[in-house]
T-cell receptor, first 110, second 112 residues
Framework: DGGITQSPKYLFRKEGQNVTLSCEQN?????MYWYRQDPGQGLRLIYY???????QKGDIAEGYSVSREKKESFPLTVTSAQKNPTAFYLC?????????FGPGTRLTVL | QKEVEQNSGPLSVPEGAIASLNCTYS??????FFWYRQYSGKSPELIMS????GDKEDGRFTAQLNKASQYVSLLIRDSQPSDSATYLC????????????FGGGTRVLVKP
């Protein structure tokens, strides 16, 4: 059963903590992406990776970090430097231009 | 000027009517165009892709692309209450690799 999985579904973070969001895909897609969505807003690109061991900053990379050690995995770390991290985080993957999304992780800062 | 613009809505349509959604984009180098449907609290789902000028039909959905005027539209025929969602327009620019730029979305409400 091919798809994109994200975990956890809900995540609560205390101020000053780093947290890591998981994204895994078994679609054999080369490219993977992380987006952030705030209430009533569109999607904003945080980081993307087109091949293993390579990634680029998107439009709002400050306060976030990623790694791409395996084709299937693209974890996102939300660091304490991200001042307003409460949002819905979406991971996507693609082969050519069509992107498909995972179910998302809803992060709340307490 | 935003790169991809959509009317935020809500667009209210009676059940059985046609919902018409519009999206304009600023980059003339845009090559690929997508419509996603997003239910409240859920992730976006790809419903249409269009790459060349003209119409593309898939079931009750029709995407229309006009590169000269820099707009792409989505028609939903025989609208159902289950079509109530936010519809996101996304555009890919060839020189930007596989990156997509998203509009803010149009909220559609289909009333029985």
């Amino acid at each position: 059963d091919g798809g994109i999985t994200q975990s956890p579904k809900y995540l609560f973070r205390k101020e000053g903590q780093n947290v890591t969001l998981s994204c895994e895909q078994n679609l054999n897609h080369d490219a993977m992406y992380w987006y952030r969505q705030d209430p009533g807003q569109g999607l904003r690109l945080i980081y993307y990776s087109q091949i293993v061991n390579d990634f680029q900053k998107g439009d709002i990379a400050e306060g976030y970090s990623v790694s791409r050690e395996k084709k299937e995995s693209f974890p996102l770390t939300v660091t304490s430097a991200q001042k307003n991290p409460t949002a819905f985080y979406l991971c996507a993957s693609s082969t050519r231009s069509e992107q498909f999304f995972g179910p998302g992780t809803r992060l709340t800062v307490l | 000027q935003k790169e991809v613009e959509q009317n935020s809505g809500p667009l209210s349509v009676p059940e059985g009517a046609i919902a018409s959604l519009n999206c304009t984009y600023s980059d003339r180098g845009s090559q690929s165009f997508f419509w996603y449907r997003q239910y409240s609290g859920k992730s976006p789902e790809l419903i249409m892709s269009i790459y060349s000028n003209g119409d593309k039909e898939d079931g009750r959905f029709t995407a229309q692309l006009n590169k000269a005027s820099q707009y792409v539209s989505l028609l939903i025929r025989d609208s159902q209450p289950s079509d109530s969602a936010t519809y996101l327009c996304a555009v890919n620019v060839l020189t930007a690799g596989n990156k997509l730029t998203f509009g803010g979305g149009t909220r559609v409400l289909v009333k029985p």
